[in-house]
């Protein structure tokens, strides 16, 4: 229903408070634009704050390697126990 959780690009940002300056209610530009009334709301808010200075920022550590690399190191593991890395 709503799209997974991701970091917000610059457009998507500008997207929404432009949709949401044309007297759209959060909750229809949550329908259009598929995202949670949560999201939509934080950004307007975040705008209505500070205007387009500050942008949601990444929390947490940046992980070393992706999903799909854990799962290839797994599988070699896997196969040969053994095996220098």
Same mark, same amino acid.
């Given at each position: 229903?709503?799209?997974?959780?991701?970091?917000?690009?610059?457009?998507?940002?500008?997207?929404?408070?432009?949709?949401?300056?044309?007297?759209?209610?959060?909750?229809?530009? *949550? %329908?259009?634009?598929?995202?949670?009334?949560?999201?939509?709301?934080?950004? $307007?808010? =975040?705008? /209505?704050?500070?205007?387009?200075?500050?942008?949601?920022?990444?929390? *947490? %550590?940046?992980?070393?390697?992706?999903?799909?690399?854990?799962?290839?190191? $797994?599988? =070699?593991? /896997?196969?040969?126990?053994?095996?220098?890395?």
């Amino acid at each position: 229903m709503t799209k997974a959780k991701k970091e917000l690009i610059i457009f998507e940002y500008k997207e929404i408070v432009s949709i949401w300056k044309c007297n759209i209610i959060e909750r229809n530009i *949550g %329908k259009v634009l598929n995202y949670s009334q949560n999201t939509i709301h934080d950004v $307007i808010s =975040i705008y /209505k704050n500070s205007g387009y200075k500050v942008l949601f920022s990444k929390t *947490g %550590k940046p992980k070393l390697i992706i999903e799909r690399d854990s799962y290839h190191l $797994i599988k =070699i593991f /896997k196969e040969d126990r053994k095996v220098n890395l």
